[in-house]
């Protein structure tokens, strides 16, 4: 258990100080967490709405951080290029996001085509009805995506590393809260990054860099 939460530590660890540089970058995963967190208390209730929380706003706000905001020019903090990161990249790097993306951007167009989507829905007989059906189209975009990477890593590093990274995704929306509260303050200071994050503290002096 000691070498999970150490493993936990470094893929979190490595994705705060490649990735998220950008203040603005920080405030939308800040959004990004905070509708998840509600998204999971409705998954109880709802998971087709909830579906269509983490999905319209969780995670277009979080991508959205990622795409447009996050510099992409020579990291000189880590010492590494963009190319680089995106090659060590545990989880989904941008070319990965972009294809996960595109395929829950695209999916509800499956149900236009086959209403029943093959006999798993009665066809919808209100608009309503019909983005329930997408909410519950995309839960299973979203569970598809953790499942299918968790098994990769599986196969190409070993099954530590798949669960330690599934972990670190179904528990980054709480971590993100804790890391980033202050980002929007900082970003109306006028900080528009954070060169070497400081709120992992004393932490991260014992992480590889």
């Known amino acids: 258990m000691s070498g999970f ?22 405030s939308l995963h800040l959004l990004s967490a905070g ?49 680089y990161k995106e090659e060590i990249k545990v989880g989904y790097n941008l070319r990965r996001k972009v294809v996960l993306m595109a395929i829950w951007a695209l999916s509800p167009l499956i149900l236009l085509w086959q209403p ?22 995309w839960l299973t975009v979203g569970v598809g995506g953790l499942l299918f990477r968790t098994l990769q890593l599986f196969v190409i590093e070993d099954v530590q590393t798949g669960l330690v990274w599934a972990t670190k995704i179904l528990t980054d929306p709480f971590h993100d809260i804790k890391l980033y509260y202050k980002a929007p303050i900082q970003l109306l200071k006028g900080h528009p990054r954070d060169a070497l994050p400081e709120e992992m503290g004393e932490e991260a002096a014992h992480l590889p860099h």
Do not use: C
């Open 5 to 26: 939460l150490e493993l936990l530590k470094v893929q979190r660890w490595d994705d705060h100080r490649y990735y998220h540089h950008s203040r603005v970058n920080q």
């Open 35 to 83: 509708s998840f967190v509600g998204a999971y208390a409705m998954s109880f209730k709802d998971p087709a709405i909830a579906s269509l929380i983490g999905w319209l706003v969780s995670m277009t706000s979080r991508q959205a951080g990622h795409f447009f905001f996050e510099p992409k020019d020579y990291d000189y903090v880590n010492q590494a290029t963009h190319d």
């Open 116 to 137: 029943t989507l093959f006999g798993v829905f009665r066809p919808a007989a209100s608009a309503m009805e019909f983005v329930r059906q997408v909410g519950y189209l």
